[in-house]
């Protein structure tokens, strides 16, 4: 049974382009959330996919877009990369029930380094 | 900005001693998870507690879940070296939203 899956994991871009990063969620898992962490930094909530729609966003620009696909796997996409993008960027998927949280299993992120 | 505090920031004991870190909240929380990452890793779940007052146990890791539900704490015995990580609390919000906590850095050395 595989897990979270996400690539690449590591990739180098300059200021002011746009990188493309790819999950898929466990088997059995419905729902993606995307997560930045920064380096010695707790994991920061980007936003959140289910059904192919993003249901919840944190306090992230629109630079920060996503997309999830019928077969639950999601892309993160940021345009006119910033030096302050660098960071480890953190796919996790659940199972959400109604009314419950339940636990998240991550993948071994993306690390995006913006020069 | 982070709404959830954890202290403290860094801990360096020797194998054998014991550890605690703490999570406090300034608002009530439904439930909080504890997650687990170790140096270059990615955080691993634990851990939920849901009920006020709620102890758990996990081999030598003990959780707790503040009467008030606005606090937690991880208390691990007898350190090994394989304890080694950062350990982040959460809380949850709504669906799979999670608002992690600052973390503490555990290193455990010989």
């Known amino acids: 049974d595989a897990g979270v899956t996400q690539s690449p994991t590591h990739l180098i871009k300059t200021r002011g382009q746009q990188v493309t990063l790819r999950c898929s969620p466990k088997s059995g898992h419905d729902t993606v959330s995307w997560y930045q962490q920064a380096l010695g930094q707790g994991p920061q909530f980007i936003f959140q996919?289910?059904?192919?729609?993003?249901?919840q966003r944190g306090n992230f620009p629109d630079r920060f877009s996503g997309h999830q696909f019928p077969n639950y796997s999601s892309e993160l996409n940021v345009n006119a990369l910033l030096l302050g993008d660098s960071a480890l960027y953190l796919c996790a998927s659940s199972l959400v029930r109604a009314g419950r949280t339940g636990e998240l299993f991550f993948g071994e992120g993306s690390r995006l380094t913006v020069l | 900005g982070q709404q959830v505090m954890q202290i403290p920031q860094y801990q360096h004991v020797q194998e054998g001693e014991d550890f605690t870190t703490y999570c406090n909240s300034s608002?009530?929380?439904?439930?909080i998870q504890w997650y687990k990452q170790r140096p270059g890793g990615h955080p691993v779940f634990l851990i939920q507690l849901v009920k006020s007052g709620e102890v758990k146990k996990q081999k030598r890791l003990t959780f707790q879940f503040g009467e008030a539900k606005k606090n937690s704490s991880l208390h691990i015995t007898a350190t090994q070296t394989t304890d080694v990580g950062t350990y982040f609390c959460a809380k949850t919000g709504t669906a799979s939203k999670l608002t992690f906590g600052t973390g503490t850095r555990l290193q455990v050395t010989l």
């Open positions: 996919y289910y059904e192919e729609e993003e249901r």
């Open positions: 608002t009530t929380l439904s439930n």
